[in-house]
């Protein structure tokens, strides 16, 4: 399973090994600050709004139709912007860096 | 999943597909209603085209009889509205805490518990109002039999169906300012005491802006927590397939909830006032003449959301806005999810739950009448 860092907006590194299931799932059971994902997954809150980094941004993939009309109106949202509830972790995406973008 | 045909769901369906937009009225008031998905949340967003720099004004139909002050932070646009936010967003994060969802779970069940034990149970009165109001003495950290008073504030703390709004208005402002004269002379941990601590733009707030906060928290989550809870035990009393789904699927709860609120929509419309004189998908709005964000009929837009009168309770994505959209999008959204989700883990196991009598709450409005939540639904809790 992979590993994924994520980096706060503070600057804080987040590194979890053997991280399954979404990237949201796994940020809300470590915690991490910025990553709220109050409606569970569904494409409707924007609240677990990551930034992929360049190196990463084409094995992680293009937003998907929703998601990009969700992130089409959300503030500081841009290319590289992903909601980390349709981000789905597979061994390829082992190494993955994401910054969470400020609430 | 099959949903019995209700002829006041949906009554913007011609009007969005036309149009994206109707001219109305509502409470007497001239109004056009955005109605799209998008539309919606790009209006939400446009606030110089379409304000909430407007007090009493934002709610539909709007409260200038009702209350005396400027709700916050709703009332407000960027950049001030994220300064307002900021003072009081610290108790409506308290329920993405472990304890917290442990404690309204715990008094979910016990709730639930005790109506096994009755041979009926109505819903509004007995359940979902002592719920709302027990659980928002969590959220604002005060002592839980607060929550008695509340109850005697009916479904809604400024509107009874009769012309005495006023009358609750006043009520509400004096038993506000009672706390917050107490938590001066007393201060705690609670919300109160916090709003007397905070400042705004380095100054402390004045007491129309505690007011103005403490008022929103008491109205904004009222009746609209109550339509959910009513609404979903409503569902799940005409859809037993539901009750096993989630019993047999956990997980399934998180899905179910989203897409009950979407259905459910809690808030038809919210308003926004137009500075200046502006075209709104074709209906013409006057200067300082008002919009509705039509949250119901954008969650019902069947270019976004496959069959929207289906309720699939594993619907994903769903991009529902029943919580708003945008920086302004509901406080409350946290703790009302906890609740709704809580409320299905709950009641997914019991064997069935079983509808005696109901009467719908209906909006009439001049051109459409809208479903929303019950005055009364009694039912029976079989174990």
Redesign the interface.
């Known amino acids: 399973m992979p590993k994924v860092t994520f980096i706060t907006p503070d600057g804080e590194k987040t590194t979890i090994d053997n991280a399954d299931g979404t990237l949201m799932e796994v940020a809300t059971d470590y915690g991490i600050t910025g990553i709220?994902a109050?409606?569970?997954?569904?494409?409707?809150?924007a609240t677990c709004h990551v930034r992929v980094t360049d190196e990463w941004k084409e094995k992680v993939g293009p937003q998907?139709d929703?998601?990009k009309?969700?992130l089409d109106?959300e503030?500081g949202a841009d290319d590289n912007s992903r909601l980390s509830c349709?981000i789905e972790l597979t061994d390829e995406l082992d190494g993955l860096v994401v910054e969470v973008v400020e609430l | 999943m099959e949903t019995p045909s209700c002829p006041y769901h949906d009554p913007f369906k011609k009007a969005r597909q036309e149009n994206g937009a109707m001219e109305t009225e509502v409470a007497g008031e001239k109004l056009a209603l955005i109605l799209g998905h998008k539309g919606v949340r790009t209006a939400a967003r446009d606030h110089e085209t379409f304000s909430s720099d407007a007090p009493f004004r934002v709610p539909i139909p709007s409260e200038e009889d009702a209350r005396s002050v400027r709700q916050l932070p709703i009332e407000t646009n960027p950049p001030e509205h994220k300064e307002y936010r900021a003072i009081v967003e610290p108790f409506f994060r308290r329920p993405l805490q472990k304890e917290y969802i442990a404690r309204i779970e715990a008094l979910i069940d016990e709730l639930v518990d005790q109506g096994v034990q009755q041979e009926s149970v109505e819903i509004v009165s007995e359940f979902a109002l002592p719920l709302q109001s027990r659980a928002l003495t969590y959220l604002l950290d005060v002592p839980e039999n607060e929550a008695d008073i509340w109850v005697g504030w009916g479904v809604h703390v400024f509107r009874d169906g009769n012309s005495n709004d006023s009358q609750k208005g006043k009520a509400l402002d004096n038993y506000l300012h009672e706390q917050l004269d107490q938590a001066e002379q007393n201060p705690g941990d609670d919300f109160f005491s916090a709003l007397t601590k905070a400042e705004y733009q380095g100054q402390p707030l004045t007491r129309d802006q505690m007011l103005g906060f403490a008022n929103l928290t008491f109205a904004g989550g009222r009746d609209t927590v109550i339509h959910s809870i009513s609404s979903t035990i409503a569902y799940l009393s005409e859809h037993p397939e539901a009750l096993v789904a989630l019993r047999e699927n956990p997980k399934l709860v998180i899905t179910a909830t989203e897409e009950l609120m979407r259905y459910i929509s809690p808030i038809t419309q919210i308003g926004r006032v137009c500075p200046v004189a502006t075209d709104v998908h074709g209906v013409q709005v006057e200067a300082d003449s008002r919009v509705a964000l039509n949250w119901a009929s954008a969650n019902f837009d069947e270019t976004v959301f496959d069959s929207p009168e289906e309720v699939r309770l594993d619907r994903k994505p769903n991009p529902h806005i029943a919580f708003g959209n945008g920086t302004h999008n509901c406080l409350g959204a946290i703790h009302a999810r906890l609740i709704i989700r809580s409320l299905l883990k709950k009641l997914s196991k019991l064997k069935s739950i079983t509808q005696l009598s109901a009467e719908r709450s209906i909006e009439k409005e001049v051109d459409y009448e809208r479903a929303l939540g019950f005055k009364n639904l009694t039912v029976t809790l079989d174990q």
């Open positions: 709220d109050i409606c569970g997954g569904v494409c409707s809150c998907n929703t998601e009309d969700i109106l503030d349709q």
